[in-house]
């Protein structure tokens, strides 16, 4: 009898006790009550509040898909690489981004293509002295397509995969 209850005690204990980690790790709701005493701090929080009014500088805008670049040694290939990219540009660029990036895709494959011909893939691939040839290309091919909003292309994800 204690066997079939025994789940039932623990799930009914679990439960309770998310709920109750739940409220108490919970932030504390904002009061935007200010009274005669608060006058000295009222200023400040209002300021605060206006710099979160700002719009920013700029926005990250992650390319939807993946892309694959295959790495070709003696004429077979010898590896993937896969990497997700993230464009830095202005607030008004992410919507004109996602309606060119066929486009981009296009013109950023042909980028990663020609450093994975030149052996930018082979070895560590990853060093900064390897990688910053890449990022400098793809910024500028980015540029050329959309315009100089982009300021600056992200690697965000990069693996490869030997074959």
Known sequence: MLSKLLPIILLIVGTGGGIGAGIMLAPPAETHETSEMDGDHAPAAQEEHHEEEDTPDYVYVKLNNQFVVPVVEREELSALVVMSLSLETTPEMSDRVYAL???????????????????????????????????????????????????DVLIMDISRQDV
Do not use: C, W, Y
């Not at 910024?139 to 300021?151: C, D, V």
């Open 101 to 151: 990036e066929p486009k981009l895709r296009d013109v950023l494959l042909q980028v990663l293509f020609d450093h994975a011909n030149m052996g930018g893939f082979r070895g560590a691939f990853t060093r900064s002295d390897v990688m910053m040839p890449l990022r400098t290309a793809l910024r500028e091919a980015a540029q050329r397509e959309l315009g100089n909003e982009i300021s």
